[in-house]
């Protein structure tokens, strides 16, 4: 998916899909979303008939529970750094109840300062069509992802003079998720440059199974530029 201008919530989506191809294993579908007659996205869908093949993932870090690390604002609120507007815009309710690993347990696995994690699920108890959690993983997978980008400079979203917005977002689902349930995103960055960063993540249910794949470009632009 591309995103090519900012979208606004009270105006109307008109998505036009077009089927570009029907095969006996796989489909393939292209949309275009255009809002006050603009578009806005532009996202390519492939899709498979379920079949067995050759398996194995990565395994899953052992990071402390959900219910053992400090939710979103909780985490916000004990950061000094942290201005009053920013603190309020993330105390707002959202659909995505979000609980971060803390950086001192990722260090003590190993790994580096551009590597972090994220508990996340759905605020609320979910339909159980497989749709409607695909979609809410897709959704809840944009938190934090960009973020990745800015960890190995000591920045973040509300540093002064930072701006930053999603360019792209590519998600790759392994197995059907149960997105009212928690799911870990464990992210990381391993360029970043033209005031561009690129960010990648594995999001993995409880048990530990490997359930989706990210990827996401996005603006990381700072002005003045450092340096």
């Known amino acids: 998916a591309y ?95 979000l609980r971060n690993v803390p950086g001192e347990a990722m260090r003590a696995l190993g790994f580096g300062p551009y590597t972090h994690a994220m508990w996340m699920r759905a605020a609320a108890p979910l339909p159980d069509a497989a749709v409607v959690h695909y979609a809410a993983l897709a959704f809840a997978s944009d938190y934090g992802l960009l973020g990745s980008s800015l960890l190995g400079h000591h920045l973040h979203w509300w540093t002064p003079g930072m701006t930053s917005a999603s360019l792209d977002h590519a998600i790759w689902f392994h197995a059907q998720p149960r997105a009212d349930d928690w799911m870990l995103h464990v992210m990381d960055s391993e360029w970043t440059g033209g005031a561009r960063g690129l960010n990648r993540g594995k999001i993995y249910a409880p048990c530990g199974r490997l359930i989706a794949t990210t990827m996401q470009e996005g603006l990381i632009r700072l002005s003045p530029p450092l340096g």
């Open 3 to 97: 995103f090519l201008r900012p979208g606004a919530q009270e105006v109307p989506i008109a998505l036009n899909v077009s089927r570009d191809f029907d095969g006996r294993s796989f489909a393939n579908r292209r949309v275009v979303a255009q809002q006050n007659d603009k578009v806005v996205l532009n996202l390519a869908a492939s899709f498979q008939h379920r079949e067995d093949g050759l398996a194995y993932q990565d395994a899953m870090p052992d990071v402390p529970r959900a219910e053992d690390c400090l939710t979103d604002v909780e985490a916000a609120a004990r950061n000094p750094h942290m201005p009053d507007e920013h603190f309020q815009w993330m105390a707002r309710p959202k659909p995505i109840e």
